[in-house]
């Protein structure tokens, strides 16, 4: 969940080679001349960037107005298909410079961004509105079942004509005007509730005396030397600590100061309610506006809206999916809570457990029984061994190779490049990027540079993909040592990467990772499953210096600690994702007084007291203010998928079945040209199961 995907910001208009040789001395104007025709980031300035931009959005209103004053009727050719191939230029300069702002970014580049941005936008909104195109591609969708179309020509057809009517084209004129205006006023005040979430968030602070730090039962006692070392200084000198995460969360497991946990617990929980950046009468807003605009579009509900795009397809799909693990998660979480309970009975005799002791507890046991030492795992992980453990299970299950070529042109030295092979044919480029730098952002994400695609010649156009991470850099006597945590992470955006490495489709805009929100996770935290797997851990995971594979009494303490808080983890992500789902499923007008709503659904669940959901309402940015609402789910629907799908492997006995492995490569190489729910259950034979994931993650 912590790691990052970028998708193409592609999406159906954007990506590549530009054949016009022009007299600016601007490389995006003529061909590149490099292996692969990969864009020459050697001679790529940002000044390039802003007139490419320009003529690439030019070049495509004039491939726009083609298609629309065409005087014969709209075929597939003639309209989707020359939609689909239409801003070649505009999707070169985007895939490199929107790859780019986020790994060697500068002031320039953020300049760039922010003047290009919006401009992207509304010449994405000139085309979704675009009354006489929508015409034409209605005329073809309409009759899209005599056409003799191909199943991805239909797939195509399907989604640029869903694309249309999900921005607003097909509905009525007199109800134009007031779409714009719901799109206008929830732009601003989802931008509202997460800039007053910010504000509450930096506006609180627990400041700590610095001379107390030594006294018994001080305010911050329990903290470990590393964070009070580390922790924000004010000018007296004294500790300051914020509700920030990577504070916030490291003092409620360790601050044994139980009255400091309650006011720390209470000014987390109850930020943007009752106080200056109150979002209540926002979320009210929000939630009434998005029930109106779904309803203008046709639907009954802003979840039935988001939903009928993924896979999940209705609200109705997604609670039972959340509903039954909800059962056995609540069941463990309570088994936690007896547990917590007897060990504050010590501390505190008489006392009843508290929202604020849980982290508290639950670390303590965890360091008693769990703790993973990172420094006797990390030898068994270094980078390389790691990297050639992913590049060996992608070769085990789909026979591809990788090939180092230190030939092809590079946006950073510290990028590596490599061919991927298919047998003879390189099928792809692959970049992996992975130690921290000033211009980079941080976390871990996989994008590509160029979908894969056949374009207009019929050529295939093989996908440039990277990967970038934010490893610990080697030393001088050290190789780059990562713990299991950051194992994982190079398995799962490698996954991602192969998911556009085996791209075998025609169309850019349905090809690679082009996939539904609920879905494109799946790929990527499937081979988290092989990177724990005792098995594969034993062929990769290797001691740097003497070569010897990891122990086993390392990979259980690995596998014990995975399990470990599963009830509260999971019971607070439930508990968030059905209030999502709450708020979104209504279908009537409604009003929303807070924390009633909330207490009411909660209370619904049979949530205990001692657990709140993971984001209270007033506070819950993936909804009200980031492109989650009624789509938190699809953290647990994912989950659900990859452990299913590794079950299958599992289950045959043999990690790398070659005929599963087979299905599984053709659901990677489908991309979205079909449904991906009909491909998994191609390669399942059968629909996704739940018990997987709940043994996984020891709620059976
Ligand atoms: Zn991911």
Not at 422 to 446: C, H, Q, T
Not at 558 to 569: E, L, M, S
Not at 647 to 661: I, V
Request: aromatic share 10%; with cysteine.
């Amino acid at each position: 969940m912590k790691k990052i995907l970028i998708l193409s910001c592609a999406a159906l208009l954007l990506v590549s080679a530009c054949k016009n040789k022009n007299t600016m001395d601007n490389p995006f104007f003529s061909e590149w001349n490099t292996p692969y025709n990969i864009p020459d980031f050697t001679k790529i300035k940002t000044e390039h960037y802003i007139p490419a931009f320009e003529e690439g959005m030019k070049r495509q209103k004039a491939e726009i107005d083609a298609i629309v004053n065409n005087s014969e009727a709209p075929t597939f050719e003639n309209t989707i298909e020359a939609l689909e191939q239409s801003g070649d230029l505009l999707n070169e300069v985007s895939g490199v410079f929107f790859n780019l702002v986020e790994c060697i970014n500068s002031k320039e580049m953020e300049k760039i961004a922010e003047e290009v941005t919006p401009q992207m936008a509304a010449h994405g909104d000139d085309i979704m509105l675009n009354a006489k195109l929508f015409e034409r591609v209605k005329a073809v969708y309409n009759h899209r079942e005599s056409l003799g179309l191909t199943g991805e020509q239909l797939r195509l057809t399907e989604e640029t004509y869903k694309n249309f009517v999900r921005n607003g084209a097909n509905i009525p004129a007199d109800k134009q005007d007031r779409f714009r205006e719901i799109n206008s006023l929830l732009s601003s005040l989802t931008l509202r509730f997460g800039n007053n979430v910010l504000a509450a968030t930096n506006a609180y602070k627990f400041t700590v005396n610095n001379l107390v730090l030594e006294d018994e039962g001080n305010p911050a006692e329990g903290l470990s030397g590393s964070f009070i070392n580390d922790a924000e200084k004010d000018e007296k000198g004294d500790l300051v600590f914020t509700l920030h995460m990577p504070v916030w969360e490291p003092f409620m497991q360790q601050c044994s100061n139980r009255n400091s946990r309650r006011e720390m617990w209470e000014a987390y929980a109850n930020r943007c309610i009752g106080d200056k950046f109150d979002n209540r009468a926002i979320i009210d807003s929000i939630v009434n506006l998005r029930l109106e605009r779904a309803q203008i579009l046709g639907f009954e509900s802003h979840a039935a809206y988001t939903l009928d795009d993924c896979l999940a397809k209705t609200p109705e799909a997604v609670y039972k999916c959340l509903m039954d693990l909800w059962e056995p998660a609540l069941a463990k979480a309570k088994q936690e809570r007896d547990e917590y309970q007897k060990m504050l009975d010590k501390d505190h005799p008489g006392e009843k457990l508290q929202p604020w002791d849980w982290r508290y507890y639950c670390e303590k046991l965890r360091k008693e029984r769990y703790a993973l030492d990172d420094d006797e795992i990390r030898p068994y992980f270094s980078l390389d061994n790691v990297r050639e453990g992913a590049f060996t299970v992608a070769n085990k299950l789909y026979g591809i190779t990788f090939r180092e070529n230190n030939e092809l042109p590079k946006y950073h030295p510290e990028a590596i490049s490599y061919e991927v092979l298919d047998g003879d044919n390189v099928i792809a480029i692959l970049y992996m990027d992975f130690f921290p730098r000033e211009s980079k952002r941080s976390g871990a994400w996989m994008t590509n540079f160029r979908e894969q695609y056949i374009d207009k010649d019929g050529n295939n156009v093989i996908p440039i993909i990277q990967m970038v991470c934010n490893f610990t850099k080697p030393t001088k006597d050290k190789p780059s040592l990562l713990n299991f945590d950051q194992s994982e992470t190079l398995f799962h955006e490698f996954g991602h990467c192969l998911h556009g490495i085996l791209s075998k489709c025609h169309y850019r805009s349905i090809s690679g990772t082009n996939v539904p929100r609920d879905f494109v996770e799946m790929p990527s935290q499937v081979m988290e499953n092989w990177c724990r797997h005792p098995q594969v851990m034993k062929e990769y995971a290797k001691h740097y210096k003497t070569g010897e594979a990891i122990p086993d009494s390392l990979i259980a303490k690995i596998a014990a600690a995975a399990t470990y808080g599963q009830g509260f983890i999971n019971t607070e992500l439930l508990a968030a994702s059905l209030l999502d789902m709450d708020y979104h499923s209504i279908t009537k007008p409604t009003k929303i007084v807070l924390p009633d709503f909330e207490d009411q659904a909660m209370a619904k669940i049979g949530l205990i007291p001692e657990i709140i959901s993971r984001y209270k309402s007033p506070y819950f940015q993936h909804i009200f203010s980031g492109g989650y609402s009624a789509g938190y789910y699809s953290y647990t629907w994912t989950a659900i998928l990859d452990a299913d799908a590794f079950e299958a492997f599992r289950e045959s006995g043999d990690l790398y079945n070659p005929e599963l492995a087979k299905k599984f490569r053709h659901l990677l190489e489908s991309g979205n040209t079909e449904d991906p729910m009909k491909l998994y259950i191609d390669f399942r034979g059968k629909e996704p199961s739940v018990e997987p994931l709940k043994r996984n993650r020891g709620l059976i």
